[in-house]
């Protein structure tokens, strides 16, 4: 097949969406298949929508394909223009929009449902992406589930060493995620300086949201934690991997989470994670077992699975190496390229059914 690949941006931006397109286009083409990347300049949603609106627009999108996919990501500039395109078109949702716990959600969802029609397929990284998209109208026989696989690092690391590093204290914990309101920092700070145990904490990310970050350095110095918690900022893979290695639990209590990849690239160390019950993370998490649940914005509950981790270090390990278990039993990339490759397939036969028949 001739696939195109449509985003806002470079596809060798370092998230973890983007890296779930950057390793469907490395799958897809080992598979034979030839993909271009169309890559589309970053744009504010109401800069978006003004493109969607713009016909001189659509020439970005001219290429000689048999299917296009594109980030759902990049949808107010691909809404208006995607009945017009001479290719099926197959979205990949990483999560929507409309699903964040936003202000303005309710537009987002109108301007969503509207893509979503544009649709002859889509692309979800979660059963609960595709519990959202199917609510607002896509036909679920029209969807693939594809999850990302968590091996961005798959360090060699036994059950032995997840048991003794268990027992070290204080319990070091590591947040790794854009730093934007989403990903729930302010609450997971919070839940430290409420719980008993003494706990380190680790920032790693890049700032998305200067305003949030400011406030969240002045959580921490108004509830002293200073000594407590260090701000990373963006690290190379390799730095991260240090970081993940040492530490004993990974905390990203988002308010909303498509997926969360990040928990599972923390399960390939051995660390259980702290995760927000909303979204997909619960896919990946099973409270308990390989890590903690917690409803968005509670950071009690977050100050109670920092002192359950930090008071049984048994608890602790058991945990760790059930994550490790969880990890590996987690789908690959070549096996989410194959469920992908059925339904662009499945598309583009449906498109080849649907073209008159030329008369002879």
Not at 73 to 96: E, F, Q, T, W
Not at 129 to 142: E, F, H, N, Q, Y
Not at 209 to 216: K, N, S, T
Request: with cysteine; proline share 6%; hydrophobic share 40%.
């Amino acid at each position: 097949m001739r696939v195109g690949l449509a985003l806002y941006g470079s596809l060798d931006e370092q998230s973890g969406g983007f890296r779930y397109d950057r390793k469907l286009v490395e799958g897809l083409r080992r598979a034979g298949d030839a993909v271009e990347v169309v890559e589309l300049p970053w744009r504010a949603y109401p800069r978006g929508l003004l493109d969607s609106a713009l016909p001189g627009f659509r020439d970005r999108l001219r290429v000689d394909v048999d299917v296009m996919l594109q980030d759902e990501l990049a949808h107010p500039s691909l809404v208006g223009h995607n009945r017009d395109l001479p290719y099926p078109v197959v979205g990949i949702v990483h999560h929507l929009r409309a699903s964040e716990p936003r202000r303005l959600a309710p537009l987002y969802r109108a301007v969503e449902r509207r893509y979503l029609e544009t649709l002859d397929g889509v692309v979800c990284n979660s059963a609960a992406t595709r519990d959202a998209v199917t609510a607002l109208g896509v036909d679920p026989d029209a969807t693939a589930v594809a999850p990302p696989a968590g091996d961005r690092f798959d360090p060699a690391i036994d059950d032995d060493a997840i048991a003794a590093r268990a027992g070290e204290r204080p319990l070091r914990v590591a947040f790794v995620g854009n730093l934007a309101p989403r990903k729930g920092l302010d609450t997971l700070v919070e839940g430290l300086a409420r719980a008993d145990a003494r706990v380190e904490l680790t920032v790693v990310g890049r700032t998305v949201d200067e305003g949030h970050v400011a406030d969240v350095r002045r959580l921490v110095r108004e509830r002293g934690l200073g000594d407590r918690v260090r701000f990373s900022g963006r690290l190379s893979d390799n730095e991260l991997a240090d970081v993940l290695r040492e530490g004993h639990v990974l905390a990203v209590p988002s308010r909303y989470e498509g997926f969360g990849i990040v928990y599972l690239e923390g399960m390939s160390f051995g660390l259980p994670a702290i995760a927000s019950r909303a979204g997909g993370a619960v896919e990946t998490v099973a409270d308990g077992e390989t890590g903690v649940l917690v409803d968005p914005d509670d950071p009690d509950a977050v100050a109670r699975a920092l002192d359950g981790f930090a008071a049984d270090p048994d608890r602790l390990a058991e945990m760790g190496r059930a994550a490790r278990r969880r990890y590996e039993r987690h789908p690959s990339w070549a096996e989410s390229t194959v469920r992908v490759r059925r339904l662009l397939t499945d598309v583009v036969d449906a498109d080849a059914a649907s073209e008159p028949e030329v008369a002879t």
